[in-house]
């Protein structure tokens, strides 16, 4: 699979599959997706669905899926399939597959998941998917996995989180703005009166130090960060072979 994200998450193993396998649940947390609900089925089908995502404000891609879950395994392991394809014109996604799996650990569950697609548009879909797409996909992917994981350890609702996220942003995007430009420097300089001149000389530093903090900082314990999951796999992984009964479904 091209991408790997995991988070370990303190959390019920019934919990955190209830909060990705229902609809309803998967598209508050996932920052990937806009929409997704699940079409009828018939008895032992497989679960047909259809997503959206906004890219812009007048623009809406949508795509349709198909999953299948196992949800007793005898290694007490939890696993997820699913293949989906995107007919629009616009989507640079064309199809592709994933899974996600469940594997309890110690006082929590590790959550990973392991997906793949190809990109449209040619030599051009391929260069815009490798500079651009996939490592966005991969950000998104973690970034919405640890704002999960505040969801089921903090309490912390996925709208919140997004906001705390955004709050946060707009604070850091300030303080780099304020350094880099100096603003209020030569006010803050008269107030320390005959010590102005000696911290003139400490105003490159600390403007530095001001902007690395700001760039670099731990992000909040309660705003979600793709920094804290696993984006390289611990060992090699292949996908389940839940995923091999999905083949031409989508």
Request: aromatic content about 10%; proline content about 7%.
């Amino acid at each position: 699979m091209g991408l790997y994200i995991e988070a370990h998450i303190r959390s019920d193993l019934d919990e955190l599959w209830a909060r990705t396998q229902d609809p309803a649940e998967h598209q508050r947390w996932d920052f990937r997706f806009t929409e997704i609900n699940h079409l009828p089925r018939a008895e032992g089908e497989p679960q047909h669905f259809r997503y959206a995502t906004r890219v812009l404000p007048f623009l809406t891609v949508s795509g349709t899926g198909v999953s299948a879950g196992e949800k007793v395994r005898p290694d007490g392991t939890r696993t997820s399939a699913l293949r989906f394809s995107s007919p629009h014109p616009l989507s640079l996604i064309a199809e592709g597959s994933g899974y996600w799996r469940y594997v309890p650990d110690g006082d929590g569950v590790r959550f990973l998941t392991g997906y793949d697609y190809r990109p449209r548009w040619g030599a051009f879909g391929g260069l815009a998917d490798r500079l651009v797409l996939r490592p966005l996909m991969g950000w998104a992917t973690a970034w919405s996995f640890d704002r999960l994981r505040l969801w089921l350890e903090r309490g912390i609702t996925p709208e919140r989180a997004l906001v705390n996220w955004c709050a946060e942003l707009v604070v850091r995007a300030l303080v780099v703005t304020i350094a880099c430009t100096g603003l209020g420097l030569r006010s803050l300089l008269r107030l320390l009166g005959p010590f102005a001149a000696a911290t003139a000389y400490l105003c490159p530093l600390l403007l530095a130090v001001t902007i690395s903090l700001a760039l670099f900082k731990s992000p909040l314990a309660c705003t979600p960060a793709a920094r804290r999951c696993l984006r390289t796999p611990p060992t090699r992984m292949t996908a389940p072979r839940l995923l091999a009964t999905l083949e031409g479904r989508s």
